[in-house]
């Protein structure tokens, strides 16, 4: 399944705190580090600000934004925003978009396999 797409919200009905080593194991899987904010979001990136900064648009840097939002049913909304910075040329972006949904289908995989997976929305 391959859709060119900017955010994703996967339900899941299983408690927070099996959420969070389930992102980050499915981040490093893909070679992204992870950075969290706050207990409920966080970032995972490949490259580097700094040169992006520096060099401007020869650098590469892509990131996902995550969220989690609790529902009252005490299951969990996992957002992923992707986002990235620098000159890319079509085949790189082919390259992010293609991690992006390899990332996503892992995470819906894996929350299935645990019985926990409920819905996806596209954005």
């Known amino acids: 399944m391959t859709r060119c797409t900017d955010c994703v919200d996967l339900h899941v009905a299983c408690p927070q705190q099996e959420i969070q080593p389930m992102l980050g194991f499915v981040f490093y899987q893909h070679g992204l580090q992870v950075q969290w904010h706050s207990p409920v979001e966080g970032i995972a990136y490949q490259g580097t600000r700094g040169k992006c900064f520096i060099f401007g648009s020869i650098a590469q840097y892509h990131e996902i934004f995550f969220q989690l939002f609790p529902m009252p049913d ?17 085949m790189e972006h082919i390259f992010i978009e293609k991690k ?8 819906s995989y894996y929350f299935t396999s645990m019985g926990w997976f409920q819905n996806i929305v596209y954005y």
Request: no cysteine; hydrophobic share 45%; glycine share 4%.
């Open 74 to 90: 005490k299951s969990y909304i996992v957002r992923l925003i992707k986002s990235f910075r620098g000159y890319h040329r079509h």
């Open 100 to 107: 992006f949904v390899e990332v996503v289908n892992m995470l």
